[in-house]
C-alpha cells in the first residue's frame, strides 16, 4: 500500500515591547531626567526530520508511492518601542532625556527529509522533500524629548534604535547550521515511477528601524543638543541541499531521477534617525543624526549525486537554484537653530549578496535512456539607497553630512559533471548568473560653512564554471557557463548627487563601479568524451553598468568635486584540459565577453570665488 512519513511544525512568535518614561522638575534649579530602554529577545530554534532508517530488510509499497516529506513555517513578528521626555524650569533649568530600543530575532532552524541505509521498493514513486518557511518582522522605535526653560537652559534629547535580526546566523552574528536537506544515501533504492528530492527554503527578514530626537532650551542662556542613532544588522544565511550519495547494493533505479534545491531569500531594510535641535537665547544648539545598516544574504544551494550508481529509463536531472533579493533604505536628518548652530548627519549601507549555488555529478555511474541534465542557476537584485539631510540655522552655523552605500555582489555558480561514468542521450551541464545591482546616495547640507561628501560603491565579483569530466557516452554534449543580463535592465547603476549652500559651500561626489569575476568553462583534465553528435564548450560574459556622479556648491566661496569611474576585468574561458580524448562528432570551443560601460560626471558651483571640476 502507499505509505508517507511527515513531520511538520509551525511557528509564529507575535511579540511586543514598549516603555515610556517621563520627567518634570520646576524651581529655582530644575532637573528632569527621563531615561526608557526597551530589549526583546526572540529565538526560535527547532529541529524537524522525517526519515527511514536502517530499514535494510526492505520497507516498500506494493500498489502506490512513498513520500518521506518535512516541513516547518517558522515566523517572529516583533515590535520594541521606547520614549522618554523629560522637562526642565527654573531659575536654572536642565532637562534630559534618553530613549533606547533593541531587538534581537534568531531563526535557526533544521529541517530534514532523510531516507538512510535502507532498502526501498515501491511500485509508484518515492518523494523525498523538505520545506522551510522563515520570516522575521521586525518594528524598532525610540523617541526622546527634552524642553528646558528659565534664566538658563539646557536641553538634551538622545534617542537609540538597534535591531538584529538573522536567519541562519546565531545571536551574536556567527554563521551556524540551519539546513533544509532532502536527503538518500547508503541506501538502495529501486521504484517503477520516480524518485524526486526536493529541498526548498524560503526566507525573509523586513526591518523597520527609527530613532528621533528632539531638544529645545529657553533662557538668557540657553544650550540644546540632540543626538539620534540608528543600527540595524539584518543577515541570512540557510543552506538548502539535496543530494544522493554511496548507494548500496543494485544502486538506484526508476523512470526519472531528479534531484532539486531552490532557496529564495529576500531583505528589506529601512533605516531613519532624525534630530532636532534649537536655543532660543544666547548660546547654541548641536544636532547629531547616524545611521548605520548591514545586509547580507550567504545562503548555500547544493544538488548532487555523489558516489552513486543510478539507473533511469528516461531522464535524470540534478538542479539548484538560488534567488535572492535584497533592497536598503538608510537615511537621516538633523536640524539646530541657535545665534550657534552646528548639525551633522552620516548615513552608511553595506549590502553584500555571496551566495554559493552547485548542481554536480561526482565519482558515479549514470545510465540513462534520455538525458543526463545538471544545471545550477543564480538570480539576484540588490539596491541601496542612503541619504544625508543636515542644516544649521544660525549666526554661526556650520552643517556637515556624509552618505556611503556600498553594494557587493559575488555569487559562486558551478555546474559539473567528473569523475564519473555516464551513459545518456543529451547530456546538458549548465551554470549561469544573472547579477543586478543599484546604488544611490545623496546630501543636501546648508549652514553658514556647508561641507558634503557622498559615494557610492558597486563591486561585482561572480564566480560561474561548468565542467566535463571521466568518461562520458552520449548523443550531445553541451557545457554552458554565462553571465547573463536582465532584460530591459542594466546589471549595476550607480548615482551620487551632493548639494552644500552657505558662506562656505563645499561638496564631493564619488561613484564607483568595479566589475571582475572569472566565467569558465572547461574539459577535465584526462576526460574521455565519445560523442556522436555536437559537443559544445560555451563561456559568456555579458553585462552593462552605468555610472554618474553630480555636486552643486553654492557661496561667496563654493567648491563642487564629482569623480565617476567604472572598471572592468572579467576573465571568459573555455578550456580544454589535458590529456583529453573526444571521438565521435564535432568539437566546438568558444568564449565570448560583452560588456558595455558609461560613465557621466557633473560639477556645479557657484559664487564669488568657486571651483568646479569632473572626472571620469
Request: with cysteine; net charge negative; hydrophobic share 45%.
Amino acid at each position: 500500500a502507499p505509505g508517507g512519513f511527515s513531520a511538520g511544525f509551525l511557528l509564529d512568535f507575535d511579540a511586543v515591547g514598549q516603555c515610556l518614561a517621563v520627567s518634570s522638575a520646576l524651581g529655582g534649579l530644575g532637573a528632569g531626567v527621563a531615561i526608557s530602554v526597551s530589549i526583546a529577545h526572540n529565538l526560535i530554534d527547532n529541529d524537524i526530520r522525517a526519515t527511514i532508517n536502517n530499514a535494510d530488510n526492505r520497507i516498500g509499497a506494493r500498489t502506490g508511492s512513498i513520500t518521506i516529506s518535512a516541513s516547518e513555517e517558522a515566523s517572529i513578528d516583533a515590535t520594541t518601542s521606547t520614549a522618554a521626555i523629560g522637562a526642565a524650569g527654573g531659575l536654572i533649568g536642565v532637562a534630559v532625556s534618553g530613549a533606547g530600543a533593541h531587538a534581537i530575532n534568531v531563526i535557526l532552524s533544521d529541517t530534514i527529509a532523510w531516507v538512510d541505509n535502507s532498502k526501498v521498493d515501491a511500485v509508484g514513486n518515492l518523494i523525498v522533500e523538505a520545506n522551510s518557511q522563515a520570516t522575521v518582522d521586525a518594528q524598532v522605535a525610540a523617541i526622546s524629548t527634552s524642553i528646558a526653560g528659565g534664566s538658563v537652559g539646557v536641553g538634551i534629547a538622545i534617542g537609540v534604535s538597534l535591531a538584529e535580526n538573522y536567519i541562519g546566523f546565531d545571536e551574536s552574528g556567527n554563521a551556524s547550521a540551519s539546513l533544509v536537506q532532502a536527503i538518500i544515501e547508503d541506501s538502495q533504492v529501486t521504484v517503477s515511477g520516480n524518485i524526486q528530492l526536493n529541498a526548498e527554503s524560503d526566507n525573509e527578514v523586513a526591518s523597520d528601524v527609527q530613532a528621533t530626537s528632539v531638544a529645545a532650551a529657553i533662557g538668557k542662556i540657553a544650550g540644546a543638543g540632540a543626538g539620534a542613532g540608528v543600527s540595524t544588522i539584518n543577515l541570512i544565511g540557510q543552506t538548502t541541499e539535496s543530494y544522493l550519495r554511496r548507494s548500496t547494493g543494485t544502486g538506484i533505479s526508476a523512470a526519472n531521477v531528479s534531484l532539486s534545491a531552490q532557496d529564495n531569500s529576500r531583505i528589506h531594510s529601512e533605516a531613519q534617525a532624525g534630530s532636532l535641535a534649537a536655543a532660543f537665547g544666547v548660546g547654541g544648539a548641536v544636532s547629531v543624526a547616524v545611521t548605520i545598516a548591514e545586509n547580507r544574504i550567504t545562503s548555500q544551494t547544493n544538488s548532487s549525486i555523489q558516489s552513486a550508481t543510478v539507473v533511469a529509463s528516461n531522464h535524470v536531472l540534478v538542479e539548484a537554484s538560488q534567488n535572492s533579493t535584497l533592497s536598503s533604505e538608510a537615511y537621516t536628518a538633523a536640524f539646530s537653530a541657535g545665534l550657534f548652530a552646528a548639525s551633522g548627519g552620516g548615513a552608511e549601507s553595506k549590502n553584500t549578496i555571496d551566495t554559493s549555488t552547485n548542481a554536480k555529478v561526482l565519482s558515479s555511474t549514470i545510465t540513462a535512456t534520455g538525458d543526463l541534465t545538471v544545471d545550477s542557476q543564480e538570480n539576484s537584485d540588490a539596491s541601496s539607497y542612503v541619504g544625508t539631510l543636515s542644516i544649521a540655522a544660525g549666526l554661526i552655523s556650520i552643517a556637515a553630512g556624509g552618505s556611503v552605500t556600498t553594494v557587493l555582489s559575488r555569487p559562486t555558480v558551478i555546474a559539473e559533471v567528473n569523475t564519473s561514468t555516464v551513459h545518456a542521450d543529451e547530456i546538458i551541464i549548465s551554470a549561469t548568473t544573472t547579477p543586478v545591482a543599484s546604488a544611490e546616495s545623496f546630501g543636501v547640507n546648508a549652514g553658514t560653512l556647508a561641507i558634503g561628501v557622498s559615494k557610492s560603491e558597486l563591486t561585482f565579483a561572480p564566480n560561474v564554471h561548468a565542467t566535463v569530466g571521466g568518461t562520458i557516452r552520449s548523443r550531445t554534449l553541451s557545457v554552458d557557463s554565462q553571465i547573463l543580463e536582465k532584460s530591459g535592465v542594466s546589471n549595476g547603476d550607480v548615482l551620487t548627487t551632493a548639494g552644500a549652500g552657505g558662506l562656505i559651500g563645499v561638496d564631493a561626489t564619488l561613484s564607483r563601479i568595479y566589475v571582475n569575476g572569472t566565467v569558465n568553462s572547461s574539459i577535465a583534465n584526462n576526460a574521455n568524451l565519445i560523442v556522436t553528435g555536437d559537443s559544445v564548450i560555451n563561456a559568456l560574459g555579458m553585462g552593462s553598468y552605468y555610472s554618474k556622479a553630480s555636486s552643486n556648491a553654492f557661496g561667496i566661496l563654493a567648491a563642487g568635486v564629482s569623480s565617476s569611474n567604472i572598471s572592468a576585468d572579467v576573465v571568459v574561458q573555455a578550456t580544454v584540459g589535458s590529456s583529453v580524448v573526444h571521438q565521435g562528432g564535432t568539437l566546438s570551443i568558444n568564449a565570448l565577453r560583452d560588456v558595455e560601460t558609461f560613465s557621466d560626471t557633473v560639477a556645479g558651483s557657484g559664487g564669488v570665488a568657486a571651483g568646479a571640476s569632473a572626472s571620469s
